[in-house]
């Protein structure tokens, strides 16, 4: 059983960075797909980020050129550098591991963290 943990979040100013991280347990067959999703209050959880087991990063409109997904496959370890944080950043993120080629597609997704909270606001 593969059990992704997020970690990282917390309140920051409008224009701060924070950088998250997912560490995963247990190791899903290689090779695996990793992706960041955020959920704001009362609406559908988005896709923000993915990269795949080579490396090859994909994201969403709303964050290319502020934030920068990276792994480390030794650790099983999934980041997520966010600058530039604006409020509409607010969300909770979760780490998600899947077996199929990178997507933005949350079920192609098969192993999900509890999430963690990140406030932009002054």
């Known amino acids: 059983q593969v059990q992704p943990v997020e970690s990282g979040g917390g309140l920051v100013r409008p224009g701060g960075s924070l950088r998250l991280s997912c560490g995963a347990s247990?190791?899903?067959?290689?090779?695996?797909?990793m992706a960041w999703f955020r959920q704001a209050p009362g609406k559908e959880r988005d896709f923000v980020a993915a990269?795949?087991?080579?490396?090859?990063?994909y994201y969403a409109d709303s964050v290319k050129g502020r934030f920068t997904i990276s792994r480390d496959n030794a650790k099983n370890a999934l980041y997520l550098q966010m600058n530039s944080l604006a409020p509409e950043d607010t969300a909770v993120y979760y780490c998600?591991?899947?077996?199929?080629?990178?997507?933005?597609?949350?079920?192609?997704?098969?192993?999900w963290g509890q999430g963690t909270q990140v406030t932009v606001s002054s």
């Open positions: 990269i795949s087991w080579t490396g090859a990063a």
């Open positions: 998600a591991v899947g077996t199929n080629d990178a997507s933005m597609v949350t079920s192609d997704y098969n192993y």
């Open positions: 247990g190791r899903p067959s290689n090779p695996y797909t």
